[in-house]
């Protein structure tokens, strides 16, 4: 393509977690097979409200490898749980990521899915 690999990525990131799949591609996105998932209670912006009540708590789950650092998949969920869990496993799986090692803060909504 003519550029740096670091200048696709960043134009990449510009578009949220969706071009992870294409970065991947590119060789971008990195994987040792030692992956880390963590979940997190955070505040974020709803458009159909006034600013005073604008957030929202919501859930945000993240996927890093834990040797490359690199993003692997970021997702946001109303609730969490076993569900949420799966759901987040089973897209990670559909990105094309099979981890060797799981690394979780051991999370019991981990167990069963895992």
């Not at 003519?2 to 960043?10: D, I, K, Q």
């Not at 600013?51 to 996927?63: C, F, I, T």
Request: hydrophobic share 45%; glycine share 8%.
């Amino acid at each position: 393509m003519g550029v740096a690999p670091a200048t696709l990525y960043h134009w990449l990131a510009q578009f949220g977690a969706e071009p992870l799949q294409v970065a991947a591609l590119f060789g971008l996105v990195r994987s040792s097979g030692v992956v880390g998932i963590d979940e997190k209670y955070v505040k974020v912006p709803k458009n159909d409200k006034p600013a005073a009540k604008s957030r929202k708590w919501m859930y945000v789950y993240v996927a890093v490898d834990a040797h490359t650092l690199d993003l692997l998949r970021i997702e946001i969920f109303p609730h969490v749980g076993q569900d949420a869990a799966r759901t987040f496993l089973l897209a990670l799986r559909a990105q094309g990521y099979r981890p060797r090692v799981i690394i979780t803060d051991l999370n019991q909504d981990y167990g069963e899915p895992l």
